[in-house]
Protein backbone atom coordinates (compact mmCIF):
# COMPACT_ATOMS: atom_id res chain seq x y z
CA UNK A 1 0.00 0.00 0.00
CA UNK A 2 1.33 3.33 -0.38
CA UNK A 3 -0.25 6.97 0.68
CA UNK A 4 -0.46 8.46 -3.07
CA UNK A 5 -3.66 10.69 -3.67
CA UNK A 6 -5.33 8.58 -6.78
CA UNK A 7 -6.80 11.32 -8.31
CA UNK A 8 -3.52 12.76 -8.41
CA UNK A 9 -1.61 9.86 -9.73
CA UNK A 10 -4.14 9.17 -11.90
CA UNK A 11 -3.72 13.16 -13.05
CA UNK A 12 0.37 12.65 -13.24
CA UNK A 13 -0.12 9.59 -15.56
CA UNK A 14 -2.81 11.20 -17.63
CA UNK A 15 0.15 13.75 -18.68
CA UNK A 16 1.06 11.37 -21.02
CA UNK A 17 -0.09 11.66 -24.80
CA UNK A 18 -1.24 9.10 -26.06
CA UNK A 19 -3.61 7.61 -29.18
CA UNK A 20 -6.65 5.95 -28.37
CA UNK A 21 -7.58 2.34 -29.21
CA UNK A 22 -10.41 -0.15 -28.80
CA UNK A 23 -9.49 -3.54 -28.13
CA UNK A 24 -12.17 -6.10 -29.44
CA UNK A 25 -12.62 -9.62 -29.26
CA UNK A 26 -14.87 -12.52 -29.65
CA UNK A 27 -16.52 -14.16 -26.81
CA UNK A 28 -16.38 -18.45 -26.69
CA UNK A 29 -20.05 -17.78 -26.78
CA UNK A 30 -19.73 -15.74 -30.09
CA UNK A 31 -20.54 -12.59 -28.52
CA UNK A 32 -18.71 -9.75 -29.14
CA UNK A 33 -16.79 -7.50 -26.78
CA UNK A 34 -14.43 -3.50 -26.62
CA UNK A 35 -13.56 -1.37 -24.47
CA UNK A 36 -11.27 1.67 -25.43
CA UNK A 37 -7.89 1.76 -24.18
CA UNK A 38 -5.11 4.25 -24.12
CA UNK A 39 -2.65 1.96 -22.83
CA UNK A 40 -1.43 0.24 -26.19
CA UNK A 41 2.42 0.15 -27.20
CA UNK A 42 4.06 -1.34 -29.71
CA UNK A 43 6.63 -3.76 -28.24
CA UNK A 44 8.94 -5.81 -30.80
CA UNK A 45 9.03 -5.88 -34.83
CA UNK A 46 10.55 -9.05 -34.78
CA UNK A 47 8.75 -11.07 -33.65
CA UNK A 48 6.19 -8.15 -34.17
CA UNK A 49 4.23 -7.44 -31.07
CA UNK A 50 2.42 -5.55 -29.06
CA UNK A 51 0.82 -4.87 -25.78
CA UNK A 52 -2.70 -3.64 -23.93
CA UNK A 53 -3.59 -3.53 -20.76
CA UNK A 54 -6.97 -4.57 -19.72
CA UNK A 55 -8.32 -3.63 -16.30
CA UNK A 56 -9.51 -5.24 -13.42
CA UNK A 57 -12.94 -2.98 -13.45
CA UNK A 58 -13.29 -4.03 -17.29
CA UNK A 59 -16.98 -6.28 -17.77
CA UNK A 60 -15.14 -7.96 -20.65
CA UNK A 61 -11.75 -9.02 -18.47
CA UNK A 62 -13.46 -12.19 -17.80
CA UNK A 63 -13.17 -12.85 -22.36
CA UNK A 64 -10.00 -11.52 -22.26
CA UNK A 65 -8.27 -13.63 -19.88
CA UNK A 66 -9.46 -16.48 -21.91
CA UNK A 67 -9.41 -15.45 -25.56
CA UNK A 68 -6.74 -16.53 -28.14
CA UNK A 69 -7.11 -13.75 -30.50
CA UNK A 70 -7.94 -9.99 -29.89
CA UNK A 71 -7.45 -6.74 -32.19
CA UNK A 72 -6.66 -3.25 -32.03
CA UNK A 73 -8.28 -0.22 -33.76
CA UNK A 74 -6.06 2.72 -33.91
CA UNK A 75 -9.01 5.58 -33.56
CA UNK A 76 -8.70 7.93 -36.46
CA UNK A 77 -8.77 11.92 -35.17
CA UNK A 78 -12.46 12.22 -36.00
CA UNK A 79 -13.89 9.23 -33.91
CA UNK A 80 -13.72 10.48 -30.70
CA UNK A 81 -17.60 9.44 -30.45
CA UNK A 82 -16.08 5.83 -31.26
CA UNK A 83 -13.83 6.26 -28.02
CA UNK A 84 -16.88 7.55 -25.77
CA UNK A 85 -19.02 4.25 -27.18
CA UNK A 86 -16.59 1.80 -26.04
CA UNK A 87 -16.07 3.68 -22.35
CA UNK A 88 -19.47 4.23 -21.59
CA UNK A 89 -22.63 2.77 -21.22
CA UNK A 90 -21.45 -0.86 -22.53
CA UNK A 91 -25.01 -1.73 -24.19
CA UNK A 92 -25.13 -2.49 -27.84
CA UNK A 93 -21.80 -1.07 -28.63
CA UNK A 94 -21.13 -3.10 -32.07
CA UNK A 95 -25.18 -2.01 -33.16
CA UNK A 96 -24.03 1.57 -33.23
CA UNK A 97 -20.47 1.52 -35.10
CA UNK A 98 -19.88 -0.43 -38.63
CA UNK A 99 -17.41 -2.93 -38.34
CA UNK A 100 -16.02 -6.12 -40.11
CA UNK A 101 -15.02 -9.62 -38.13
CA UNK A 102 -11.14 -10.22 -38.62
CA UNK A 103 -10.17 -14.25 -39.99
CA UNK A 104 -10.88 -14.93 -35.86
CA UNK A 105 -13.74 -13.11 -35.58
CA UNK A 106 -12.58 -10.05 -33.68
CA UNK A 107 -14.57 -6.96 -34.94
CA UNK A 108 -12.32 -4.29 -37.15
CA UNK A 109 -14.02 -0.89 -36.95
CA UNK A 110 -14.54 1.12 -40.03
CA UNK A 111 -12.60 4.75 -40.54
CA UNK A 112 -9.96 3.72 -38.07
CA UNK A 113 -6.30 4.80 -38.71
CA UNK A 114 -4.84 1.42 -38.61
CA UNK A 115 -5.55 -2.18 -36.92
CA UNK A 116 -3.90 -5.19 -35.78
CA UNK A 117 -5.37 -8.45 -35.24
CA UNK A 118 -3.42 -10.30 -33.03
CA UNK A 119 -2.96 -13.92 -31.43
CA UNK A 120 -2.47 -13.63 -27.56
CA UNK A 121 1.14 -14.08 -26.83
CA UNK A 122 1.82 -13.90 -23.09
CA UNK A 123 -0.74 -12.57 -20.16
CA UNK A 124 1.11 -10.85 -17.10
CA UNK A 125 -0.85 -9.97 -14.21
CA UNK A 126 0.02 -6.24 -12.56
CA UNK A 127 -1.69 -4.76 -10.36
CA UNK A 128 -4.78 -3.92 -11.04
CA UNK A 129 -4.66 -4.40 -14.48
CA UNK A 130 -3.43 -7.47 -17.01
CA UNK A 131 -0.36 -6.77 -19.84
CA UNK A 132 -1.67 -8.41 -22.54
CA UNK A 133 0.66 -9.45 -25.28
CA UNK A 134 -0.49 -9.86 -28.72
CA UNK A 135 1.88 -11.10 -31.67
CA UNK A 136 0.71 -9.53 -34.72
CA UNK A 137 -1.28 -11.56 -37.19
CA UNK A 138 -2.46 -9.02 -39.64
CA UNK A 139 -2.69 -5.12 -39.81
CA UNK A 140 -3.97 -2.49 -42.39
CA UNK A 141 -2.87 1.23 -41.88
CA UNK A 142 -3.97 4.42 -43.63
CA UNK A 143 -2.94 7.53 -43.72
CA UNK A 144 -5.61 9.10 -41.40
CA UNK A 145 -4.47 10.96 -38.43
CA UNK A 146 -4.83 9.50 -35.20
CA UNK A 147 -7.21 10.74 -32.12
CA UNK A 148 -4.96 11.91 -29.78
CA UNK A 149 -5.63 12.10 -25.71
CA UNK A 150 -4.26 14.58 -23.01
CA UNK A 151 -5.08 15.20 -19.83
CA UNK A 152 -8.68 13.52 -19.86
CA UNK A 153 -9.36 15.60 -23.06
CA UNK A 154 -9.27 14.62 -27.28
CA UNK A 155 -7.11 16.51 -29.70
CA UNK A 156 -6.23 16.20 -33.21
CA UNK A 157 -2.81 17.46 -34.56
CA UNK A 158 -4.33 17.17 -38.16
CA UNK A 159 -7.44 19.74 -36.84
CA UNK A 160 -4.59 21.79 -35.05
CA UNK A 161 -2.55 22.06 -38.04
CA UNK A 162 -5.30 23.09 -40.43
CA UNK A 163 -6.83 25.34 -38.12
CA UNK A 164 -2.93 27.22 -37.48
CA UNK A 165 -2.32 27.54 -40.82
CA UNK A 166 -5.28 29.00 -41.69
CA UNK A 167 -4.66 31.56 -38.79
CA UNK A 168 -1.34 32.19 -39.76
CA UNK A 169 -2.52 32.71 -43.50
CA UNK A 170 -1.90 36.91 -43.33
CA UNK A 171 -5.20 38.17 -42.59
CA UNK A 172 -5.23 40.84 -39.60
CA UNK A 173 -7.22 38.73 -36.70
CA UNK A 174 -8.07 38.76 -33.31
CA UNK A 175 -7.49 35.75 -31.31
CA UNK A 176 -9.50 35.29 -27.71
CA UNK A 177 -9.81 32.47 -25.33
CA UNK A 178 -12.36 30.31 -23.74
CA UNK A 179 -11.24 29.93 -20.30
CA UNK A 180 -12.89 27.61 -17.75
CA UNK A 181 -11.94 26.94 -14.59
CA UNK A 182 -14.00 23.84 -12.61
CA UNK A 183 -17.32 24.83 -13.57
CA UNK A 184 -17.08 27.99 -15.20
CA UNK A 185 -16.09 30.08 -17.70
CA UNK A 186 -14.42 33.24 -17.54
CA UNK A 187 -16.42 36.41 -19.55
CA UNK A 188 -16.08 39.76 -19.58
CA UNK A 189 -18.49 42.41 -19.13
CA UNK A 190 -19.03 46.12 -20.17
CA UNK A 191 -21.84 48.44 -21.23
CA UNK A 192 -22.40 46.60 -24.47
CA UNK A 193 -22.84 43.34 -23.06
CA UNK A 194 -20.68 39.95 -22.49
CA UNK A 195 -17.75 39.15 -24.22
CA UNK A 196 -14.97 36.36 -24.72
CA UNK A 197 -11.87 38.30 -23.55
CA UNK A 198 -10.03 38.96 -26.71
CA UNK A 199 -6.65 40.57 -28.21
CA UNK A 200 -4.93 41.29 -31.37
CA UNK A 201 -3.10 38.27 -33.23
CA UNK A 202 0.31 38.40 -33.50
CA UNK A 203 0.31 37.06 -37.12
CA UNK A 204 4.06 36.06 -36.53
CA UNK A 205 3.60 34.55 -33.42
CA UNK A 206 -0.32 32.34 -34.96
CA UNK A 207 -3.18 32.82 -32.23
CA UNK A 208 -1.51 30.16 -29.47
CA UNK A 209 1.73 31.98 -28.99
CA UNK A 210 -0.32 35.40 -29.07
CA UNK A 211 -2.46 33.87 -25.92
CA UNK A 212 0.62 32.08 -24.20
CA UNK A 213 2.80 35.61 -24.38
CA UNK A 214 -0.31 37.88 -23.40
CA UNK A 215 -1.24 35.23 -20.53
CA UNK A 216 2.23 34.81 -19.11
CA UNK A 217 2.40 39.57 -19.40
CA UNK A 218 -0.71 39.18 -16.69
CA UNK A 219 0.54 36.38 -14.87
CA UNK A 220 -2.38 34.45 -15.87
CA UNK A 221 -2.07 30.39 -15.35
CA UNK A 222 -3.69 28.55 -17.70
CA UNK A 223 -3.11 25.64 -20.36
CA UNK A 224 -4.11 26.65 -23.63
CA UNK A 225 -5.81 23.27 -25.22
CA UNK A 226 -7.38 22.91 -28.90
CA UNK A 227 -8.83 25.82 -31.74
CA UNK A 228 -12.65 25.91 -30.42
CA UNK A 229 -13.94 28.50 -33.38
CA UNK A 230 -11.83 29.71 -36.37
CA UNK A 231 -14.64 32.48 -38.53
CA UNK A 232 -14.03 35.61 -40.73
CA UNK A 233 -15.70 38.03 -40.10
CA UNK A 234 -16.65 39.11 -44.17
CA UNK A 235 -17.36 42.65 -42.85
CA UNK A 236 -14.53 43.12 -41.46
CA UNK A 237 -12.07 41.61 -43.14
CA UNK A 238 -10.62 40.51 -40.08
CA UNK A 239 -10.46 36.46 -38.66
CA UNK A 240 -10.75 35.36 -35.04
CA UNK A 241 -9.40 32.47 -33.99
CA UNK A 242 -10.55 31.24 -30.29
CA UNK A 243 -9.01 28.45 -28.29
CA UNK A 244 -9.82 26.52 -25.14
CA UNK A 245 -7.82 27.23 -22.07
CA UNK A 246 -8.04 25.69 -18.95
CA UNK A 247 -7.42 28.33 -15.81
CA UNK A 248 -5.11 26.25 -12.75
CA UNK A 249 -6.97 28.90 -10.63
CA UNK A 250 -9.53 31.58 -10.19
CA UNK A 251 -8.07 34.17 -10.74
CA UNK A 252 -8.93 36.69 -13.48
CA UNK A 253 -6.07 39.00 -13.52
CA UNK A 254 -8.94 41.61 -14.22
CA UNK A 255 -10.08 39.61 -17.51
CA UNK A 256 -13.52 39.86 -16.50
CA UNK A 257 -15.06 37.19 -13.79
CA UNK A 258 -15.98 33.55 -13.83
CA UNK A 259 -19.55 32.68 -14.11
CA UNK A 260 -20.83 28.92 -13.73
CA UNK A 261 -21.52 27.66 -17.57
CA UNK A 262 -25.09 26.75 -16.57
CA UNK A 263 -26.05 30.30 -15.93
CA UNK A 264 -24.47 31.90 -18.71
CA UNK A 265 -27.71 34.25 -20.46
CA UNK A 266 -26.03 33.85 -23.82
CA UNK A 267 -28.62 37.10 -25.21
CA UNK A 268 -26.56 39.04 -23.43
CA UNK A 269 -23.95 38.85 -26.05
CA UNK A 270 -23.88 41.71 -28.03
CA UNK A 271 -21.72 40.03 -30.47
CA UNK A 272 -23.67 37.56 -32.84
CA UNK A 273 -21.07 35.10 -33.34
CA UNK A 274 -19.09 35.10 -29.79
CA UNK A 275 -23.59 34.56 -28.55
CA UNK A 276 -23.23 31.46 -31.32
CA UNK A 277 -20.10 30.37 -29.37
CA UNK A 278 -20.79 30.72 -25.89
CA UNK A 279 -24.45 28.34 -26.95
CA UNK A 280 -22.37 25.67 -28.61
CA UNK A 281 -19.68 25.63 -25.54
CA UNK A 282 -22.73 25.50 -23.10
CA UNK A 283 -24.22 22.51 -25.21
CA UNK A 284 -21.16 20.45 -25.68
CA UNK A 285 -19.82 21.23 -22.11
CA UNK A 286 -23.07 19.09 -21.42
CA UNK A 287 -21.25 15.73 -23.01
CA UNK A 288 -17.95 17.10 -23.21
CA UNK A 289 -17.55 16.36 -26.76
CA UNK A 290 -16.03 19.57 -28.15
CA UNK A 291 -15.94 20.35 -31.44
CA UNK A 292 -14.04 22.99 -33.57
CA UNK A 293 -15.85 25.76 -36.17
CA UNK A 294 -14.29 26.54 -39.13
CA UNK A 295 -16.70 29.28 -41.55
CA UNK A 296 -17.56 32.44 -41.02
CA UNK A 297 -19.26 34.66 -38.34
CA UNK A 298 -22.38 33.55 -39.76
CA UNK A 299 -22.19 30.16 -41.23
CA UNK A 300 -19.81 27.71 -41.22
CA UNK A 301 -19.45 24.02 -40.30
CA UNK A 302 -19.06 21.76 -36.65
CA UNK A 303 -15.77 19.14 -36.85
CA UNK A 304 -16.41 16.53 -34.57
CA UNK A 305 -12.74 16.24 -33.04
C1 LIG B 1 -9.19 7.40 -23.42
C2 LIG B 1 -9.50 6.20 -22.55
C3 LIG B 1 -8.53 5.25 -22.34
C4 LIG B 1 -8.79 4.11 -21.56
N1 LIG B 1 -7.83 3.16 -21.41
C5 LIG B 1 -8.08 2.02 -20.72
C6 LIG B 1 -7.11 1.00 -20.64
O1 LIG B 1 -6.01 1.11 -21.18
N2 LIG B 1 -7.43 -0.13 -19.93
C7 LIG B 1 -8.66 -0.28 -19.35
O2 LIG B 1 -8.90 -1.32 -18.75
N3 LIG B 1 -9.61 0.69 -19.41
C8 LIG B 1 -9.34 1.83 -20.11
N4 LIG B 1 -10.30 2.81 -20.21
C9 LIG B 1 -11.58 2.63 -19.54
C10 LIG B 1 -12.53 1.69 -20.29
O3 LIG B 1 -12.60 2.00 -21.65
C11 LIG B 1 -13.94 1.82 -19.69
O4 LIG B 1 -13.88 1.54 -18.32
C12 LIG B 1 -14.94 0.92 -20.39
O5 LIG B 1 -16.23 1.39 -20.16
C13 LIG B 1 -14.85 -0.44 -19.87
O6 LIG B 1 -15.76 -1.27 -20.53
P1 LIG B 1 -17.00 -1.95 -19.75
O7 LIG B 1 -17.99 -0.83 -19.61
O8 LIG B 1 -17.44 -3.02 -20.69
O9 LIG B 1 -16.49 -2.45 -18.44
C14 LIG B 1 -10.06 3.95 -20.98
C15 LIG B 1 -11.03 4.92 -21.17
C16 LIG B 1 -10.76 6.04 -21.96
C17 LIG B 1 -11.83 7.07 -22.19
Not at 221 to 227: Q, R, T
Not at 255 to 279: C, E, H, W
Amino acid sequence: MNSFDAQELRSAFGSYMTGVTVVTAQAPDGSLVGFTANSFTSVSMDPPLLLVCPGNHLSSLPVFEQVEHFAINILSHNQDSVSNLFASSKSLRFEQVAWEADEHGSPILSDVAASFSCVVHQRITAGDHMIMIGQVTGFSSTNKGGLGYSKSGYFSLEKERQADSLALSGIAGFTGALIQYQHQLLIQFDENGLSIPTLALDNQLGARSTLTKHFSSIDLHASIGPVYSLYDDEDQGTRYTFLKAIASSNETRSLGKYVPISSIDTQDFSNLAQRNMVARYIREYQSQEFGLYIGSSQTGEVHTR
